[in-house]
């Protein structure tokens, strides 16, 4: 089981770095559930992909950063560091991803990140707001 999972962990981060969310869809169960400790929400895999589509077309260059992955019972544990450009400058992130596996397929993935950074990317990432032509400007 502890290699099945290490190489599911190989090839899901792959594919998230390289925007293949066909393949992240492939790692996936079907039914499996996506948690984030900075909302304490679950996401379906449909919901996810739309995440990582973000991630693909906002964050070029996006590297991880793996500081370690292990075999836990039943999956692996990865911490890293996500790097990445944005249109504001370099931005990392450090993270720890706790997955459950099986049949080679991810049925749980946990992320765990600190929602400061959270809010740091979104601002980073951030289109100011179109003024409608012939509209004034909004002023403070």
């Not at 792959?14 to 969310?21: F, H, L, S, T």
């Not at 790097?83 to 997955?99: H, K, L, Q, R």
């Not at 959270?118 to 003024?131: K, W």
Request: charged share 25%.
């Amino acid at each position: 089981m502890s290699i099945d999972a290490l190489d599911v962990a190989e090839r899901f981060f792959r594919a998230v770095e390289g925007g293949d969310i066909d393949a992240v869809r492939s790692i996936y169960a079907p039914d499996a559930l996506i948690w984030h400790n900075h909302d304490r929400r679950e996401q379906t895999v449909e919901e996810n992909l739309r995440v990582l589509r973000w991630v693909a077309r906002n964050l070029p260059g996006r590297r991880y950063n793996i500081r370690r992955r292990v075999a836990i019972p039943g999956g692996f544990m990865q911490q890293h560091v996500l790097e990445a450009e944005t249109g504001n400058g370099p931005f990392a992130m450090p993270a720890c991803i706790v997955c459950e596996v099986k049949d080679g397929r991810i049925t749980r993935l946990e992320e765990y990140l600190d929602s400061v950074q959270v809010g740091q990317l979104r601002s980073m990432t951030a289109v100011p707001e179109a003024t409608p032509a012939g509209a004034k400007p909004k002023t403070p």
